[in-house]
Each structure stands twice: as C-alpha cells, then as structure tokens.
C-alpha cells in the first residue's frame, strides 16, 4: 500500500494582542468621558443668565411680600372679633386683619365711590374711631360725578375684615380724607364689609403663581451660577 502524502498544516489566528484590546477599551473610554464632559459644559437649554434671574427673583418676592397681608387674612380665624355695641364697644380687642364684628349707629354723611363697577359707601360709627365700607343699600342712591344720597340712618351689624389706618390699601386713603373733612368722627380704622377669611381666592392664585415664579428663578439662578463657576475653573 502506498503512504499518504502527509496534511499540510494550517496557519492558527494569531490571537489579538493584549496591548492591543487594551489600547481599545481605553479609546472608547475616553470617547465617552469627553462626551460626558461635552454634554456637562454645554450651556443648559432653559434657562437665563443669573443677573436676569436675580432681578425676577427679587421682583417676585417683592409683590409676595406686598401681598403679605393678603395672604395672612386668608388663612385668619373665621371666628370673629366683637368689638361690641352701642355705649358698649371694646376697642382694646382691635387686631389689625382679622375678622371682626361690630354694631353702631352710622354718622349722617358718608363717602360713595365706585370700585369694580360697584357702587360703595364709606360711613363712619357715631362714637367710634371705625369706618364701615359697605356695598349701598336700596335706600341709597349714587352715580359717578353726582353727589350720592344721604346714607341710611338705621343702625345695623357689620362683619368684615378690619384693618388700622395705616394698613389700609392706598385705594381707600381718599375716602378716609372725605371722612375725616365731615368732621363727625375721626376714622383710626377700617372695617370692610363681607370680606371673610378664606374668601379672596383670586389673591391666593395669584401669590401661588408668584411662589412658583420665585422657585423657578431661584432653581435658575443657582443652575446658571454653577454653570458659570465651572467655566472659570475650567479656563484656569
């Protein structure tokens, strides 16, 4: 028998070299660090330099705290304070902002004005430092630009939101200049009728939308801040 011509070996793959794997996996790491490191100083895409954010943070704090009053009487007691009645009354219990009550005998002039579209009276409490702003009664009678009649007479119970002279908000500081030249009474305080604790939704919503403005700025202004300072380090 004849022999078999032997097998010609075949050439093996010649394994990847170590250094050369290693090389690599150090490759696609740095190509992700300086992805990571590009995204890092990117400038964020909301946002405002920290000077612009200041400025509406300070703005917004500054109309909350404008409205503080505002906010503090909407969360006051709904029980009221009784500051009493004819030959009766207790000015000792007045809290500037609460809700109180009181009874007494109106003076015989009193100062119409018009707010909102609606026709309202200023009238003092004979014996009293308060002023009653009410809505008018049907007894009573007011257009813009003509003099308003007498108010009326009865005496009567008011509940509302009483506040000191120097409380009040500017709109009624005219007002109390009319009731003051009536020479009846010399008004120390305001009682505004009908305005009850937990009423003037319209302020909450808007002190919160100014609350969320203010975080929102805050967040943006320390964001941009440190935006800022990594770039002087950087540059160092």
């Known amino acids: 028998m004849s022999e078999l011509p032997p097998e010609t070996p075949q050439p093996k793959p010649e394994p990847t070299a170590p250094s050369e794997m290693a090389r690599v996996e150090a490759e696609e790491r740095e190509a992700r660090i300086k992805e990571l ?45 009784d500051l009493g009645a004819e030959g009766d009354y207790h000015f000792d219990r007045a809290v500037s902002n609460r809700y109180t009550q009181i009874h007494g005998t109106p003076t015989g002039r009193g100062a119409y004005f018009e707010d909102k579209g609606k026709p309202w009276i200023a009238i003092g409490l004979m014996d009293t430092p308060l002023m009653v702003v009410r809505a008018t009664l049907a007894s009573e009678s007011f257009e813009p630009g003509r003099k308003g009649s007498r108010p009326d007479p009865r005496p009567f119970s008011v509940r509302g939101r009483l506040l000191s002279r120097e409380d009040t908000p500017v709109k009624y500081s005219g007002v109390f200049t009319q009731v003051d030249s009536y020479g009846e009474i010399r008004p120390k305080w305001i009682l505004i009728a009908e305005a009850h604790p937990g009423g003037d939704f319209g302020a909450m919503v808007w002190a919160s939308v100014l609350g969320v403005f203010a975080l929102v700025n805050a967040w943006l202004l320390v964001r941009g801040t440190l935006f800022l300072i990594r770039g002087r380090a950087r540059a160092d």
Not at 58 to 67: D, S
Not at 68 to 78: C, I, L, M, P, T
């Open 37 to 81: 490191e590009a995204k890092l100083n990117r400038p964020p895409r909301v946002g405002v330099l920290p000077p612009v954010a200041a400025l509406a943070l300070l703005g917004a704090l500054g109309v909350l705290w404008l409205q503080r009053a505002d906010v503090e009487y909407f969360g006051a007691s709904k029980t009221p304070i």
